[in-house]
């Protein structure tokens, strides 16, 4: 079951002010012999009090570009600002974090994908270690870590060690540690990868509580769609070092040809037979609660077929797309193809092989004709 259709939205309010903000920023790895580029100029914008999805595949560097932004790693060039804070500008030359860069670094909470918890602290003392390091009194340590553990709903289990407890009830405690310095942004470099469905749900359960009950700001990276769906406002998309799209996730819905928003919301099915034109709409709004497919066939007298169809809840809005075939060729579905546009869907021919249509597999499709100037066209008829 996708963690979307389970967990409750209720999201919390996002403002323009932007809270991580990096600019130009690239990071090359040498090794002996070669040269690794991991980031390639990126550009990232995070808004406050928004839940933010990386994705991208294996080697594409979203950890690198995640450990960036809490100078882990430090950048080749490019800045990284956090909160208002230049933090490329505050690391200077040395390899060691001054004092100012660890004091801004505790303001930036980072989850692990294994929970790096020590085993042989309890579960308290993991919370505390961060504390420890910013030099908090003991009592003030202890009261704080158990304000955390109940946060996260591990007040029992306080005094128990790391290896006494579940994949989930782990990452709970790296999520209290990560707390633990009131951060205004928290990191999470797939925090749920290693956890089962059921409890992956509940740690983006407990994501999206804390974004909406302390106004946390949350970046995180995974490979799975189904987290971003389940709990990002906006996404990007990386490849090789670089962000390719990136937008709310209703932007990329809105968006033509968006490789994200089509992996977000894939829709299936096979046209009938050759010579006739398939169409993914993608609608959300208000646009979603109109009879538009219905009023499509009337108003040009046409047979539609729906081939397949999808309805999701993102953000707490419904969001639909279907699969649709329109009888003949492209060329003859302008019109309505215009008509649907206007009426606020987002249309994209599909580009399906279709093997009775004689066309060699090699031969690149057909781009698609401009539907504007066709129309204009139409009407100076
Ligand atoms: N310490 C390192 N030394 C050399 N090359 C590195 C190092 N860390 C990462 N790279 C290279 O940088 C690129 C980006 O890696 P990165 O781990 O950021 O990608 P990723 O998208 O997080 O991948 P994955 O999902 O597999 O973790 C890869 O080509 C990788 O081999």
Same mark, same amino acid.
């Given at each position: 079951?996708?963690?979307?259709?389970?967990?409750?939205? @209720?999201?919390?309010?996002?403002? /323009?002010?932007?809270?991580?903000?990096?600019?130009?920023?690239?990071?090359?790895?040498?090794?002996?012999?070669?040269? $690794?580029?991991?980031?390639?100029?990126?550009?990232?914008?995070?808004?406050?009090?928004?839940?933010?999805?990386?994705?991208?595949?294996?080697?594409? *560097?979203?950890?690198?570009?995640?450990?960036?932004?809490?100078?882990?790693?430090?950048?080749?060039?490019? &800045?990284?600002?956090?909160?208002?804070?230049?933090?490329?500008?505050?690391?200077?030359?040395?390899?060691?974090?001054?004092?100012?860069?660890? @004091?801004?670094?505790?303001? %930036?909470?980072?989850?692990?994908?294994?929970?790096?918890?020590?085993?042989?602290? &309890?579960?308290?003392?993991?919370?505390?270690?961060?504390?420890?390091?910013?030099?908090? $009194?003991?009592?003030?340590?202890?009261?704080?870590?158990?304000?955390?553990?109940?946060?996260? *709903?591990?007040?029992?289990?306080?005094? +128990?060690? #790391? +290896?006494?407890?579940?994949?989930?009830?782990?990452?709970?405690?790296?999520?209290?540690?990560?707390?633990?310095?009131? =951060?205004?942004?928290?990191? $999470?470099?797939? @925090?749920?990868?290693?956890?089962?469905?059921?409890?992956?749900?509940?740690?983006?359960?407990?994501?999206?509580?804390?974004?909406?009950?302390?106004?946390?700001?949350?970046?995180?990276?995974?490979?799975?769609?189904?987290?971003?769906?389940?709990?990002?406002?906006?996404?990007?998309?990386?490849?090789?070092?670089? %962000?390719?799209? $990136?937008?709310?996730?209703?932007?990329?819905?809105?968006?033509p040809g968006?490789?994200? @928003?089509?992996?977000?919301?894939?829709?299936?099915?096979? =046209?009938?037979? #050759?010579?006739?034109?398939?169409v993914d709409?993608?609608?959300?709004?208000?646009?979603?609660?109109? =009879?538009?497919?219905?009023?499509?066939?009337?108003?040009?007298? %046409?047979?539609?077929?729906?081939? *397949?169809?999808?309805?999701?809840?993102?953000?707490?809005?419904?969001?639909?797309?279907?699969?649709?075939?329109?009888? *003949?060729?492209?060329?003859?579905?302008?019109? #309505? %193809?215009?008509?649907?546009?206007?009426?606020?869907?987002?249309v994209d021919v599909a580009?399906?092989?279709?093997?009775?249509?004689?066309? #060699?597999?090699? /031969?690149?499709?057909?781009?698609?004709?401009?539907?504007?100037?066709?129309?204009?066209?139409?009407?100076?008829?």
């Open positions: 079951m996708p963690y979307a259709s389970v967990i409750p939205v @209720a999201y919390s309010t996002v403002t /323009e002010t932007p809270v991580i903000t990096t600019t130009g920023l690239r990071k090359v790895y040498h090794s002996r012999d070669r040269e $690794s580029v991991a980031l390639d100029g990126v550009d990232l914008h995070v808004r406050e009090g928004e839940v933010f999805g990386v994705v991208g595949r294996s080697g594409a *560097g979203k950890s690198t570009l995640i450990r960036c932004v809490n100078l882990l790693e430090r950048p080749t060039s490019g &800045t990284v600002e956090v909160a208002g804070t230049d933090l490329t500008a505050l690391a200077g030359r040395s390899r060691r974090a001054n004092p100012a860069l660890r @004091a801004a670094r505790s303001r %930036i909470g980072m989850v692990f994908q294994h929970f790096n918890l020590l085993a042989s602290r &309890t579960v308290q003392d993991n919370v505390e270690l961060p504390l420890e390091i910013l030099g908090v $009194s003991g009592r003030e340590r202890s009261r704080k870590a158990r304000e955390l553990l109940d946060l996260v *709903g591990l007040a029992d289990k306080a005094k +128990a060690y #790391p +290896a006494q407890l579940s994949g989930g009830q782990k990452q709970r405690v790296g999520i209290a540690r990560a707390l633990a310095g009131d =951060p205004k942004v928290l990191l $999470s470099d797939e @925090a749920t990868s290693a956890l089962d469905p059921e409890t992956t749900r509940s740690i983006l359960r407990l994501l999206r509580d804390l974004n909406e009950q302390l106004g946390l700001t949350v970046l995180l990276i995974t490979h799975e769609m189904d987290v971003v769906k389940a709990v990002c406002d906006s996404a990007a998309l990386m490849r090789a070092g670089r %962000i390719v799209e $990136s937008g709310t996730v209703a932007e990329l819905l809105g968006t968006s490789e994200l @928003a089509d992996e977000l919301f894939p829709v299936g099915g096979e =046209p009938s037979r #050759p010579g006739r034109t398939v709409l993608t609608f959300h709004g208000e646009v979603a609660t109109q =009879p538009v497919i219905s009023q499509l066939a009337r108003t040009y007298n %046409i047979d539609i077929s729906i081939l *397949g169809a999808a309805i999701e809840t993102v953000g707490g809005r419904q969001i639909g797309r279907m699969r649709v075939e329109l009888p *003949g060729a492209f060329e003859e579905n302008v019109v #309505p %193809i215009g008509f649907l546009r206007e009426k606020g869907l987002r580009d399906l092989a279709t093997p009775d249509a004689g066309t #060699p597999d090699t /031969e690149p499709p057909a781009a698609e004709p401009d539907v504007d100037a066709a129309l204009v066209e139409e009407a100076a008829k």
